[in-house]
């Protein structure tokens, strides 16, 4: 990962926007969007985005020790504009480190026709229910394994669903605890990530740790959840602890 993706809060702060024609004309669209207050190149401010990519005005703003983005310059920026999927609350943003606007836009319109208009006012009702969740489930791990049943496929609260936002109230009403305690095994054909089965990407996303043997490559570790507990280990585990656990094998 060349990158690391963040959503930055831009409400009233400044942000240097220079250059002209229709690339400034759309950036500076975005960022107005994002509530940012736009300023010229002598102004303070963080950010800088140099719609044009002229070096000169680059190297100048990165010498204050402004991140710049510099329009069609990868080469030139500290940071990317992603393309957008915008069902605020919920963003979705699909980069490719500046290698392909085009496909970027291309992922973004496919993803765009399978997400709800309704996604946003899912995000909205659980907001709103944190306190009434965490009464329910006291319990950190129980929490998360319950929400994870809820917004799985065909769950209560599926987020795919039109229905899932007026489905909050029923979701806390059922009082589902999610997956009982179980462990999973996944045995490994190939080292390449993007080998994985459906079932197996799936739980890796899904589990709370993950029990594998020492040759099992990082790059199909790092498909599971950030906050997945990783145990390397010789063998399966007799007691493999509270949730979903997974042991991972390579088969040779």
């Given at each position: 990962?060349?990158s690391?993706?963040v ?16 690339a400034?004309d759309?950036k500076?669209r975005?960022l107005e ?6 300023v010229?190149?002598s102004?303070a401010?963080?950010?800088?985005i ?15 020790g ?9 080469d030139?920026?500290?940071?990317t504009?992603?393309a957008?999927?915008?069902?605020e609350p919920?963003l979705?943003a699909i980069?490719?480190?500046g290698a392909?606007?085009g496909?970027a836009?291309?992922l ?6 399978l997400?709800?208009?309704?996604l946003?006012?899912l995000?909205?009702a659980?907001?709103?229910a ?17 929400i994870d049943?809820?917004?799985m496929?065909?769950g209560?609260?599926d987020?795919l ?5 007026d489905?909050?109230?029923d979701w806390l009403?059922e009082?589902?605890?999610?997956a ?14 993007d ?6 990407a799936?739980?890796l996303g ?5 029990y594998?043997a020492p040759?099992v490559?990082a790059a199909?570790?790092d498909?599971?959840?950030?906050d997945?507990v ?8 007799q007691?493999?602890g509270e949730g979903?656990?997974l042991w991972?094998?390579m088969v040779?």
């Amino acid at each position: 990962m060349q990158s690391l993706p963040v959503f930055l809060r831009l409400q009233g702060r400044a942000v240097i926007l220079t250059g002209g024609g229709e690339a400034a004309d759309a950036k500076r669209r975005l960022l107005e969007r994002a509530g940012a207050r736009i300023v010229g190149e002598s102004e303070a401010a963080a950010l800088a985005i140099v719609s044009d990519g002229d070096e000169a005005t680059v190297a100048r703003l990165q010498a204050r020790g402004i991140w710049v983005n510099a329009t069609d310059r990868p080469d030139l920026c500290d940071f990317t504009l992603p393309a957008i999927v915008d069902r605020e609350p919920v963003l979705i943003a699909i980069g490719t480190g500046g290698a392909s606007a085009g496909l970027a836009k291309a992922l973004r319109q496919r993803i765009e026709v399978l997400l709800p208009a309704r996604l946003g006012a899912l995000a909205r009702a659980l907001h709103d229910a944190r306190s009434a969740i965490r009464a329910r489930w006291p319990d950190a791990a129980a929490r998360r394994r319950a929400i994870d049943a809820g917004l799985m496929a065909g769950g209560t609260i599926d987020p795919l669903s039109d229905k899932a936002a007026d489905a909050v109230p029923d979701w806390l009403a059922e009082g589902a605890d999610g997956a009982t305690n179980r462990l999973e095994v996944i045995r490994l054909l190939s080292a390449d990530p993007d080998d994985l089965t459906l079932r197996a990407a799936r739980l890796l996303g899904e589990a709370d740790r993950l029990y594998h043997a020492p040759d099992v490559p990082a790059a199909i570790l790092d498909r599971a959840r950030a906050d997945a507990v990783r145990i390397a280990a010789a063998s399966l585990p007799q007691e493999p602890g509270e949730g979903l656990s997974l042991w991972l094998e390579m088969v040779r």
